[in-house]
């Protein structure tokens, strides 16, 4: 399995982002697919989820600014983040869930595949 992130960068508050996540070594259709990010701190922030079937969950913090998506003919999942803030600024990390059945969770333990992430930098 392998997840590769693209798209971060330095930005202005108010501006946008679209994060790209490409996905190799699985059924990319069929997984539980997510978007985490870590600022400073132990933990990885749940930030979007995306199901097989395409329902989606978000967390409170990006709700109405942020879509996850994704492309199944090009194994290719998507970030796109309107409106940033400064406290949007962190890491950005893709992340995959091989376990059945888990539903639409943004708890970083129930993901099991992780990309090397893509930094993230709002400016005010």
């Known amino acids: 399995v392998q997840l590769v992130e693209s798209g971060g960068g330095s930005v202005q508050a108010g501006g946008s982002l679209r994060l790209s996540c490409e996905a190799s070594g699985f059924t990319f259709n069929r997984w539980l697919m997510g978007w985490f990010r870590q600022a400073p701190g132990p933990r990885r922030e749940g930030v979007a989820a995306?199901?097989?079937?395409?329902?989606?969950r978000y967390a409170e913090s990006v709700m109405g600014r942020f879509t996850i998506s994704k492309d199944n003919a090009k194994n290719t999942l998507y970030l796109q983040m309107n409106s940033l803030k400064p406290e949007d600024t962190a890491m950005y990390y893709c992340?995959?869930?091989?376990?059945?059945?888990?539903?639409?969770?943004?708890?970083?333990?129930?993901?099991?595949?992780w990309g090397q992430g893509t930094q993230v930098t709002v400016s005010s």
């Open positions: 995306i199901d097989s079937d395409g329902s989606t």
């Open positions: 992340a995959a869930s091989s376990i059945r059945g888990v539903g639409l969770v943004l708890a970083e333990d129930w993901y099991n595949y």
